[in-house]
């Protein structure tokens, strides 16, 4: 593509020639008015006007560029308030051709509860329980790690306060030392929040002061000759000494958060280590897309400045050190100081302790990378064998599957999932409960499921899938067609995938739609990529399906009934006890219920018994 081809079919020179040369935010439109780019500049003259010169533009902002039919700015005072409303824009419009942070949910902590024996919990999301909070950690399973730690070192309970009320005998975790029982057994309180306030510290980083105390009481229950309590602390201390040999990234106090960045052509890895008082909590590793071909400075700085500002509330550290330097690293920098109310420093250098911290991210980055890299290939390998199977001109770059799940005909559930050339799509999966078709029919519920679907997608102009991989043998996929060519699609590669002998994966057989085997090889990575892609549709209707039966099994047959609502419910089974009773009561027997008149006994007898 050459420089001229990428100039934008809109009369720029006179937007160009109005701008200020101020700090400020610049937004890129196409000709619906959807937002393609936001970016900050502290001059937003000639950073805008860099965009449309004559060459030198980079492939993807090229294709940018052809694509941009208008081009907002917004001036403003100061660089750190340009980086805050660039951050708004990115989260609120979410562009696409911008570093996105896909990282919505709210972080973990750990909860100590408000009781006589506070329990310790998992929590995310708003505070609203009464209690201590520790965190946030950065990844769930780095919290619950910390809780298994909390059990083992300090025997606090996890279970919650309706557990706790009707237990008649310890649970489980008592058996295996866990817990201390409290629910069933005389548990010394001050003991019990001795306990508590030795797990505070060692949330707190203090673990070498839980270490002396644990000693200190070692010592004094051997000199009072309480060698199986003096026994317990033995154990205890050791279990401690290999947590902080396990947990510690170098001895000594600091907190930091340390990210590192690593790139091959399009591949983006960025991973991030998170340490408190010298204890490493955890570890996330990210893979944004580089859609306009950003330096690692340009991408890194790009992602820290949504993680941190555009995104939740994070625990802002009073340091933060890259593994390359950033751009605008200063104006970060204030904007993270002002945030957090206190000192932010941000550094790519450190000596001793700070070094080992940059080698360990880059050294951790690459290898994740690497991984990263080697999976997708796979992938894509599959893919190209998958098109040399079917003799296609080029790879598919889109499949769906679908496939049909319910238990005798009940609460059946339809799945659509979606594959691309890097995997699943989880963002485009589908269900669909069945409405129409009779319970029980396979064919008709996908039948339905296909037509919903399709009918859908042709009604939006959404672009229809390379492949559709059916869950099932060739009368399965004759249904299928049928419904296709009633839609008028012709476009689509249809197979259908069946079990053979034994249900063996190695026995499954992929129908075409001239009803011939498909000849795939049982060690086929076309073979594979189906069944994945079969095994991951199978997974999410049978989900589906078991959460809709559920929440049909929690109905009751008076639901529904004109003005019986949940008191009126309540007060008419905890009179009669059970709705069989109910529907043998006769109309004077339902009006002597509390709040039930007699017209509401006559609709409710007419519900059951009227014809």
Not at 445 to 451: C, F, T
Not at 499 to 525: C, F, H, M, Y
Not at 575 to 581: D, E, L, Y
Request: glycine share 6%; proline share 3%; charged share 25%.
């Amino acid at each position: 593509m050459t420089a001229e081809s990428s100039a934008p079919s809109f009369d720029y020179e006179a937007m160009l020639k109005s701008l200020p040369t101020k700090c400020g935010v610049y937004r890129m439109l196409d000709a619906n008015g959807k937002v393609l780019y936001v970016g900050k500049a502290r001059n937003l003259k000639n950073r805008v006007t860099s965009y449309f010169r004559a060459g030198g533009l980079a492939s993807k902002t090229i294709a940018l560029m052809s694509k941009t039919r208008d081009v907002q700015v917004t001036a403003l005072n100061s660089e750190v308030e340009a980086l805050i409303l660039e951050q708004t824009f990115i989260k609120n419009e979410r562009p696409p051709y911008n570093v996105i942070l896909r990282d919505d949910k709210s972080y973990p902590f750990i909860l100590f509860s408000h009781h006589k024996y506070p329990s310790i919990s998992f929590h995310r999301g708003a505070k609203r329980h009464i209690g201590q909070y520790f965190g946030p950690y950065p990844s769930a399973k780095a919290t619950r790690d910390t809780i298994q730690i909390l059990q083992k070192l300090f025997r606090l309970r996890t279970c919650d306060d309706t557990f706790f009320n009707n237990r008649t005998r310890p649970c489980l975790q008592y058996q295996i030392g866990r817990c201390s029982g409290s629910c069933v057994l005389d548990v010394d309180t001050e003991a019990y929040q001795a306990d508590l306030q030795l797990a505070e510290m060692f949330l707190r980083g203090k673990s070498e002061d839980v270490l002396n105390e644990f000693k200190r009481q070692m010592n004094s229950a051997s000199e009072n000759l309480e060698f199986e309590r003096a026994a317990v602390l033995r154990d205890q201390i050791t279990d401690l000494v290999r947590v902080q040999q396990a947990q510690y990234v170098e001895t000594s106090t600091g907190s930091a958060d340390v990210f590192g960045i690593a790139t091959s052509g399009r591949y983006v890895c960025i991973q991030g280590i998170f340490i408190r008082d010298g204890r490493m909590l955890g570890h996330r590793t990210w893979y944004p897309r580089n859609e306009i071909n950003q330096d690692d400075d340009e991408m890194l700085a790009a992602f820290l400045a949504q993680y941190y500002v555009g995104g939740i509330d994070r625990d802002l550290p009073r340091e933060i050190l890259t593994s390359v330097p950033i751009e605008d690293e200063d104006t970060l920098q204030r904007a993270l100081t002002d945030l957090a109310q206190h000192r932010v420093v941000v550094s790519s250098h450190g000596i001793t302790q700070r070094a080992r911290w940059l080698k360990l991210i880059r050294e951790n980055t690459e290898l994740a990378l690497s991984a990263y890299m080697d999976k997708r290939r796979n992938v894509f390998e599959r893919y190209a064998e998958l098109q040399e199977a079917l003799g296609l001109d080029d790879v598919p770059q889109r499949m769906e599957c679908f496939d049909v799940s319910h238990s005798q005909g009940e609460a059946t559930v339809a799945s659509c999932v979606v594959f691309d050339n890097e995997g699943p799509v989880s963002s485009d999966y589908r269900r669909f409960n069945i409405k129409t078709a009779v319970e029980g029919d396979d064919y008709g519920a996908m039948a339905e499921a296909i037509n919903r679907h399709y009918t859908k997608l042709k009604s939006n102009a959404h672009n229809l899938p390379d492949i559709l991989l059916i869950d099932g043998g060739l009368g399965q996929l004759h249904r299928v067609m049928e419904v296709l060519t009633e839609l008028q699609i012709d476009s689509i590669i249809v197979l259908g995938i069946s079990k053979g002998e034994g249900r063996r994966a190695i026995n499954d057989t992929v129908w075409t739609t001239d009803d011939q085997a498909l000849n795939l090889a049982p060690n086929s990575g076309a073979l594979h990529l189906l069944q994945q892609l079969r095994d991951e549709a199978h997974r999410f209707a049978i989900t589906g399906h078991r959460n809709r039966r559920q929440k049909q099994r929690r109905k009751s047959e008076l639901d529904g009934i004109v003005g019986v609502g949940p008191k009126r419910k309540r007060e008419l089974l905890t009179h009669f006890g059970s709705v069989a009773s109910i529907k043998g009561a006769s109309i004077e027997e339902l009006g002597k219920v509390p709040g039930v008149s007699t017209t509401l006994a006559r609709e409710i007898y007419g519900v059951f018994h009227d014809s």
